[in-house]
């Protein structure tokens, strides 16, 4: 066997060894004994069922004579075969098929090391959040992100689908939101950041572009065969621009624009919290999203509300009143509380951005802490579930400060793949707090991500690092990111050889 030796040692779990090419696993197994020799895998797997394994772990043993997987549930086999892929990876082949490529039935023939390795996710909630309203990818590029996913062993896809930039969902029985809301004048000019003082248009008519219901189908089909559960993001109360396109009467003023934005940032106009109607129709929006997804979990957004118009608005004082709900803050707390219900009597759960916490809204809502990490501790110490994805280092929009970056927009602003490497979605939890940290994502706001390659360069290596902290969580105070650069420069060459835009290391 040829083997690319490296001269640094890892340490992870209990084991030490030695990195090589060949063992260059994303994320790190949280156990693995290299006991020499290979395995030349001329035969199928064995695979044993054994109840005490934990959720989504297995236990894969690589011998001279063969390979047998042990897993509880059908997640962890699919996580056994994915590490068997790595293990066999010799050029980046199987990006698109990592499960196909170890189904038993074809084994694909490679001698592979000989390795025992136990493991299980540190965390339950691996997710990775995509925003196609500033601009849109399409299917293909979906399900290219859904396989890398599951070859990093990621497993919830936030998918965020309206905007003050456009609504990309075809709702049943709702065509206005899509014909209205899924297409704009035009765009920012690329390169440009497209907020207030940085704004140069393009003067290209934008869409119509949105998902179809047949569309959601074929992703979330897609999403299920890799282990993914897909959770979809309909805003509320605010940046909801591109609904009010379709419905300007669901605003507190007269004369909303009929098309959504076109400038990124934070828009005043968000939905009438005081109007019966545009909380049924909202309503019935939500009961379209839980038909057509199956998930557990429904995102309902809550960020960045301005509470202006709410303050001019005389049927939103009069709701504030008749409720007794003190302030905006309350209201904004109200309208959490009831799509939080209308979900629950679904069999739902809502989860919404960290501002909800304003107006103290029940715990039965999920908190997806952004902001500075305290939210994030703040929510589960007042015993909400919490996810969290922190802005500084989770949030791969910006460029990852490496030589000659083509795709820097956000001149001051850098996230390194060292910084990413330290995200730690337990700092500062006590130990109550932390058992309602269900995970946490990595984020792509697409302001400044115009297509494809673009969206690959931002997400890879950062999402190599991000992976091993939810499913290994190294130690904090013990991370070694020279040994992690080491392997993700092996995985870096392997998604170029599959033609995924990964960016440098440096
Ligand atoms: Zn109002």
């Given at each position: 066997m040829k083997r690319m030796e490296f001269t640094l040692v890892a340490v992870v779990g209990l084991a030490r060894y030695v990195v090589t090419a060949d063992l260059a696993?994303?994320?790190?197994?949280r156990e693995m004994t290299v006991t020499g020799g290979a395995c030349p895998c001329a035969t199928a797997p064995k695979v044993e069922v054994v109840?005490?394994?934990?959720?989504?772990g297995y236990e894969l043993s690589v011998r001279r004579d063969g390979v047998t997987i042990r897993h509880s549930d059908e997640a962890g086999l699919f996580y056994a075969k994915t590490t068997l892929a790595q293990l066999r990876?010799?050029?980046?082949?199987?990006f698109r098929a990592t499960a196909q490529a170890t189904d038993?039935?074809?084994?694909?023939p490679a001698e592979i090391p000989c390795v025992e390795i136990k493991d299980a996710p540190a965390f339950k909630w691996r997710g990775l959040m995509l925003d196609e309203c500033r601009h849109f990818f399409g299917k293909e590029t979906v399900k290219g992100i859904l396989d890398l996913m599951a070859a990093y062993k990621l497993n919830v896809f936030h998918w965020h689908l309206t905007e003050d930039q456009g609504w990309r969902l075809d709702i049943s029985g709702f065509p206005e939101l899509v014909q209205y809301?899924?297409?704009?004048?035009e765009s920012p000019k690329?390169?440009?950041?497209?907020v207030q003082g940085d704004y140069r248009g393009n003067g290209q008519p934008y869409g119509p572009f949105f998902y179809t219901p047949d569309d959601v189908r074929e992703i979330l089909a897609y999403a299920k065969e890799r282990f993914i559960t897909v959770v979809p993001e309909i805003e509320v109360p605010g940046h909801i621009r591109a609904l009010l396109a379709a419905?300007?009467?669901?605003?507190?003023?007269?004369?909303?624009?009929r098309v959504p934005c076109t400038l990124n940032g934070i828009e005043?106009?968000?939905?009438?919290?005081?109007n019966d109607e545009a909380i049924a129709f909202m309503e019935k929006v939500y009961d379209e999203v839980c038909a057509l997804f199956p998930g557990t979990y429904i995102h309902i957004g809550g960020d960045e509300c301005p509470k202006k118009r709410w303050k001019e608005c005389p049927k939103c004082q009069t709701r504030i009143k008749a409720l007794g709900l003190g302030n905006e803050d309350g209201l904004q707390a109200w309208v959490t509380r009831h799509f939080t219900e209308h979900l629950a009597k679904k069999g739902r759960r809502a989860v919404g951005w960290d501002e909800i916490l304003a107006g103290n809204p029940g715990t039965e809502t999920v908190v997806h802490n952004w902001r500075k990490p305290e939210f994030g501790v703040k929510a589960a110490e007042k015993g909400h579930d919490v996810v969290i994805s922190s802005s500084?280092?989770?949030?791969?929009?910006?460029?990852?400060?490496?030589?000659?970056?083509?795709?820097?927009?956000?001149?001051r602003r850098r996230l390194p793949l060292s910084v990413a490497y330290?995200?730690?979605?337990?700092?500062?939890?006590s130990a109550e707090a932390r058992g309602r940290v269900l995970g946490a994502e990595c984020c792509a706001?697409?302001?400044?991500i115009w297509n494809e390659y673009d969206l690959a360069f931002k997400l890879w290596p950062r999402g190599f690092a991000f992976a091993e902290v939810l499913?290994?969580?190294?130690d904090p105070a013990k991370r070694d990111f020279a040994e992690f650069s080491v392997r993700a420069a092996e995985h870096r060459r392997r998604l170029i050889d599959a033609h995924v835009n990964c960016a440098p290391l440096k």
């Open positions: 696993l994303i994320p790190a197994p109840a005490s394994i934990p959720p989504e990876n010799r050029g980046g082949a199987g038993g039935q074809k084994p694909v809301g899924a297409v704009r004048p690329h390169g440009c950041r497209g419905h300007p009467e669901f605003a507190c003023r007269e004369g909303v624009p005043g106009d968000v939905l009438c919290a005081g500084r280092t989770t949030y791969f929009s910006v460029s990852q400060g490496v030589k000659d970056d083509p795709f820097d927009y956000y001149s330290t995200f730690n979605p337990l700092a500062g939890m706001w697409s302001e400044c499913w290994t969580y190294p």
